[in-house]
């Protein structure tokens, strides 16, 4: 006979299996940290649109936080025309190497290139701050595209000569 402490008589008693009840503790201690870290750091006031919700973590007086805002992100938006630039001017190398006859294949370099630029400007334009919370990474990111434009192009204009391109 079994010993009435024993793990199969407590399953039996409550109907819980060693894994559901190590992950209903594990469950209660996540809502529970979480629960307390929310209403510490004023979790719901982050969807407010006062602008005091912003003073939770950025210690600045209202004027000079919309100033902060203002500069990061007229930065960033400088950086993101000229990125966008260069993969203009990357996609009309690629569009004449086409027309003078340039195959798929001639131009696989160029087109992934293009991808690469063109999907860190989709990342910083689907994140939608402009880089307000991170202005290093945006910057990092949008110089990022404008290189990988700028070989791309360079690739679309050597596909002729198979050359590079001085």
Known sequence: MEAKNSWAHR??????????????????????????????????????KDPAACMNCHHFSEEETKQRVDGIQQRNFDLLQRSGAALMDQLDAIAAAKAAGASQEDLEKSLNLQRKAQWRLDFIAAENSMGFHAPQEA?????EAADYARQGQIAAMEWRTGQEVD
């Open 11 to 48: 399953k039996s008693v409550l109907g819980l299996s060693l894994s559901a009840a190590v992950l209903t503790s594990l469950l209660g201690v996540v809502v529970g940290v979480g629960g307390f870290t929310g209403h510490y750091a004023e979790g719901l006031s982050y969807f407010s």
């Open 139 to 143: 910057a990092r990111i949008f110089a």
